[in-house]
């Protein structure tokens, strides 16, 4: 036997050992150009630690132009954000809002919560409760600081607290430096100085602190777990918290390992397995996804592990939740020229039952799936958006088709309907699923809104088309057969922030009924994140922050040499909006004054201090403005 016979019969028989010992699930397969892909687990650590050698892919793959950025195929970037949930009163006869979310009675975390009592806000690396309601007794209340921990967000859940918390970075650079350099040495005619390396990394960990607040005057830790690994989404469903943790497989000298958690001090491994794998879909790194679920009622908890890729965005229903992951193929470059390139997600269906979350089919869709909106599940359907970049090279000719597909698909995660090609040369920048229809915006001069009518899951079609100037980033419904757009227009060459509202009443007639355009380069984390929209109990009412920029003449201390400058200043602001009557009405427009220091202060310290966020919040009548900075509070006439 020749040399590379030997070769491929190692390589044939390692491929052999992966297969024999992998374990076979029951679920669906589907075609992804030129293989099958099943869910299976492995069989070993051997199993592994030989999968991830021989299916990890080398070479170059394209760097797909994204909203306005070069981006490596498969990374998120933000699109839209959208959605509603009120909640019951804390009190009789106090009415206030929570966070904004996707699916109603499924919460997901933010910086601020509230009881509509007390107000739990993240400043800095640590957590404050205040007393909210009634406003004149408003007050801090107790403090919690987390030591080296990036806090990623909060729930409430009764009378318990949870901060998720996120630890990372470097190890001493002192100790690793005193380890690892290499010492200077002397020659006769040289000196070669000491050689220092990079700090080495240390691996994340999320954190999750669970509080007893019964007493929000003294706080009192009950639980504490961490798991190996980035936060990267969660959501709390009744009594069970889901967290979704992202972890690379490889540790030092490339080494496989395997995810692990801590609960009060007592240490579990994930056993291989116990690990779930996709065959046919190989990546150029792999990483495990965690979904470790936990009962705040018992403290049980279980987790499922899955080896994947880049996981991109996770939607969440009350029976399964979806992660959606791109697809990188090996073969994008054919020697030194690119023939085509078509950018594919595949979707993963995880059932949830309680505490138990399990893989159950996969279905792959042509392009882009980057957020949470672009998927919905609605009477067993499964409805998802893509943003599809379809790249060519020929003879030194280089083009990108850009459009927009939805695709309806059964339990089984078969595809039974599509519409595919909207938009085109356009890109996707809002979805938002309502009932029976999908509203859609494209953009690329001018901003049209699509209405699919998807009451008939096999025959999906488009009914109504609605073209206005400027664009919407993100869709939010408001009141009955309404829907908000935030977004951007530009004007004379200056952006403005632009609101629109939307009566969908008449799907193949969508109609924009009114509008408000505000403040020069303005802009809001509205427009990329649902969380900061502000929806009342009261009809129509909802609120936003806003940022606008004042030109102005300022004094500043410059190495101790007074200097007069002009500047373009941001003003922090926030605008509470009514949309019942068919017609946009500010209702208040607030000078947030505790963010606006530099309208005094004549520090170039304040002139671009940045805001991490701002929120806010409606306690029967009053709207609390919460930000790192503090509480700003303001009666609703």
Do not use: C
């Amino acid at each position: 036997m020749s040399w590379k016979g030997a070769i491929i019969f190692v390589l044939i028989g390692l491929i052999s050992i992966g297969l024999a010992t992998g374990i076979y699930l029951n679920v669906n397969t589907r075609f992804n150009g030129g293989s099958y892909i099943d869910i299976r687990r492995f069989g070993g650590y051997l199993d592994l630690q030989n999968y991830i050698s021989l299916s990890t892919l080398s070479g170059n793959y394209l760097p797909f132009y994204y909203g306005g950025f070069i981006r490596e195929a498969g990374y998120p970037v933000p699109l839209a954000a959208e959605s509603k949930t009120l909640a019951a009163s804390a009190e009789p006869g106090v009415d206030y809002s929570i966070t904004n979310v996707q699916v109603e009675g499924i919460d997901e975390a933010d910086y601020v919560k509230t009881d509509g009592k007390y107000i739990y806000f993240k400043n800095g690396s640590n957590v404050i409760i205040a007393k909210a309601y009634p406003p004149e007794e408003h007050r801090i209340l107790s403090l919690i600081t987390l030591t080296n921990r990036t806090i990623k967000g909060l729930y409430l859940y009764g009378d318990k607290l949870i901060i998720l918390g996120v630890e990372g970075g470097y190890i001493h650079i002192l100790e690793y430096v005193a380890e690892k350099t290499i010492p200077a040495t002397k020659t006769e005619n040289s000196v070669r100085p000491a050689i220092y390396p990079p700090p080495k990394p240390k691996p994340p960990t999320s954190t999750i602190y669970i509080y007893d607040v019964s007493n929000p005057s003294n706080p009192s830790l009950i639980h504490y777990i961490n798991i190996t690994g980035t936060l990267f989404q969660s959501r709390l469903m009744k009594n069970i918290l889901y967290l979704i943790i992202r972890e690379y497989t490889l540790g030092e000298n490339n080494t496989v390992i395997l995810p692990s958690y801590t609960i009060d001090g007592e240490n579990t491994t994930v056993s291989p397995e116990d690990i779930y794998y996709l065959t046919g879909l190989h990546e150029y790194g792999y990483q495990y996804t965690i979904i470790f679920s936990i009962d705040l009622d018992t403290w049980r908890h279980s987790t499922t592990t899955i080896l994947s890729g880049s996981t991109s965005t996770i939607y969440m229903s009350y029976t399964n939740m979806y992660l959606a992951q791109p697809i990188f193929t090996s073969n994008v470059y054919k020697g030194a020229f690119l023939e085509e390139s078509l950018q594919k997600t595949a979707v993963i269906k995880i059932g949830i039952d309680g505490l138990t979350t399990t893989p159950k089919n996969i279905a792959v869709v042509d392009g882009y799936i980057n957020e949470q909106f672009q998927m919905d599940e609605y009477k067993g359907y499964l409805r998802v958006s893509t943003h599809v970049m379809k790249a060519f090279r020929s003879n030194d000719v280089y083009r990108v088709e850009t459009y927009t597909n939805i695709y309806v698909l059964n339990s089984n995660m078969e595809i039974v309907g599509s519409v595919t090609g909207l938009g085109k040369s356009e890109q996707l920048y809002a979805t938002r699923f309502m009932g029976d229809y999908a509203y859609l915006v494209t953009f690329r001069r001018i901003d049209p809104l699509f209405v699919i009518d998807l009451s008939t899951p096999e025959e999906p079609r488009v009914v109504g088309e609605l073209k206005i100037p400027g664009f919407s980033d993100m869709l939010q419904p408001i009141g009955k057969n309404m829907l908000i757009g935030i977004g951007y227009i530009r004007i004379k060459g200056i952006n403005k922030l632009k609101i629109s509202l939307f009566n969908v009443t008449n799907p193949e007639e969508p109609i924009e009924i009114s509008n408000i355009t505000l403040g020069n380069w303005s802009n809001s984390e509205a427009t990329y994140n649902h969380k900061a929209i502000m929806i009342t109990p009261l009809n129509g009412v909802f609120g936003i922050p806003i940022t606008t920029y004042e030109t102005t003449t300022i004094t500043i201390n410059k190495s101790g040499i007074p200097t007069t400058i002009t500047t373009q200043i941001p003003i922090y602001k926030y605008i509470v909006l009514n949309a019942s009557g068919g017609e946009l009405k500010i209702l208040k427009e607030i000078d947030i004054k505790n963010l606006n220091k530099h309208k005094t202060d004549q520090s170039i310290d304040h002139i671009w201090i940045w805001i991490e966020y701002i929120r806010g919040i409606y306690i029967k009548n009053y709207i609390y403005i919460v930000s790192p900075q503090g509480i700003y509070i303001e009666k609703l006439q």
